[in-house]
């Protein structure tokens, strides 16, 4: 079983960056794969960045190219920095892992999820 607490959000300007930390207390938490998923007020909560257990990535189409995902096996710790923030990515992210092992989109494939962190970013 894995605790997810997320951390690093905030307040900042279009264009600026963040960096998300989730750090997980648990077991074996490099055999999990690893999801950011972001909800914007009265929208379903959506994948941002996985990725799997080998290292292997998936970002979602408005996010390329600014957001990469990444993490530490050794700190039990997945990151998602985020760049160029634009006002649409303004929602709480959510860290999540699956005991799948592989890049799931469906938020139902997650088995842990952290509590939430607000990102909003001002135009």
């Known amino acids: 079983q894995l605790q997810l607490v997320e951390s690093g959000g905030g307040l900042v300007q279009a264009g600026d960056s963040l960096r998300l930390s989730c750090a997980a207390s648990?077991?074996?938490?490099?055999?999990?794969?690893l999801g950011w998923f972001r909800q914007a007020p009265g929208k379903e909560r959506d994948l941002v960045a996985a990725?799997?257990?080998?290292?292997?990535?998936y970002f979602v189409d408005s996010v390329k190219g600014r957001f990469t995902i990444s993490r530490d096996n050794a700190k039990n710790t997945v990151y998602l920095q985020m760049n160029s923030l634009k006002p649409e990515d303004t929602a709480v992210y959510f860290c999540?892992?699956?005991?799948?092992?592989?890049?799931?989109?469906?938020?139902?494939?997650?088995?842990?999820w952290g509590q939430g962190t607000q990102v909003t970013v001002s135009s």
């Open positions: 648990g077991r074996s938490f490099g055999s999990y794969s």
């Open positions: 999540a892992a699956s005991n799948g092992g592989g890049i799931y989109r469906s938020p139902a494939f997650y088995n842990y």
């Open positions: 990725i799997e257990r080998s290292g292997s990535t």
